[in-house]
């Protein structure tokens, strides 16, 4: 069964996302859980669980030229957002997921509901599947910050054994300080105390428990 935005490939649109953003571009494909649009610069991949409306405007509108080559990802079946970062693992990519700032690094691990991210900012992540909005691959060669390969190992020395779920690997940091939701609220850094029926105890940096539901975690790191 055909996605409704397919009929809309190739047109221009302009894209509402949840957390206010807005992305406008050519609708270059659709998938069931991705749409690929170029913004005049990069392809950016959307979860389309996080559209909270599309518009067709003209092409004028948008004053974007349309793309002169292919998209970096690309993939012979039908889009999925597991294969997509199945194909991404190992590029260079910016990813969206909270606020105003975007991870950049690579993909190092594809579990059932969330993925290990390699930053050179927050090293080693966690990121759950579910509140990924979109990822962009780099369009050139340069590296994150232009660093060296030493600064970003294929095979982080720091790794940690992944477990199936989000909720097993948060259970596994359990006594580690961690850094939730990049640390934008003071609240969201503390130490792990215990996970249990989809309720993370975390111990703030005051010695008090706050009790925070899984659903809102989007990432964690070690800081």
């Known amino acids: ?43 950016i ?3 389309t669980s996080h559209i909270k409306n599309m518009s067709v405007v003209s092409k004028d509108s948008i004053g974007i030229d349309e793309p002169s080559v292919s998209p970096q990802l690309e993939q ?19 990813i969206y997921t909270t606020g105003n700032q975007p991870i950049h ?4 691990g594809i579990m ?10 927050y090293k080693t992540m966690f990121i759950s599947l579910q509140h990924l909005k979109w990822l962009i691959p780099y369009s050139t060669n340069l590296s994150p910050y232009r660093l060296s390969k030493e600064n970003l190992p ?23 300080l ?15 105390e215990r996970v249990s029926d989809n309720i993370m105890e975390l111990i703030t940096a005051k010695g008090e428990s706050t009790y925070l539901n899984m659903q809102h975690i989007q990432t964690v790191h070690l800081p």
């Open 1 to 43: 069964m055909k996605n409704v935005y397919s009929a809309f490939t190739g047109e221009a649109v302009i894209i509402e996302l949840t957390g206010k953003k807005t992305i406008n571009g050519y609708l270059i494909e659709v998938g069931s859980e991705v749409l690929i649009v170029y913004n005049g610069v990069d392809y």
């Open 45 to 47: 991949y959307i979860s």
């Open 76 to 94: 012979e079946d039908q889009l999925s957002l597991r294969k997509i970062l199945t194909t991404a693992k190992g590029v260079f990519l910016e």
């Open 105 to 108: 690094g690579y993909i190092t």
């Open 112 to 121: 059932n509901n969330y993925f290990a991210f390699y930053s050179p900012v």
């Open 154 to 176: 294929v095979n982080p020395s720091n790794s940690i054994t992944l477990a199936r779920s989000f909720e097993v690997q948060l259970e596994k940091l359990s006594g580690h």
């Open 178 to 192: 961690v850094v939730l939701n990049l640390g934008v609220q003071e609240e969201m850094i503390g130490k792990i």
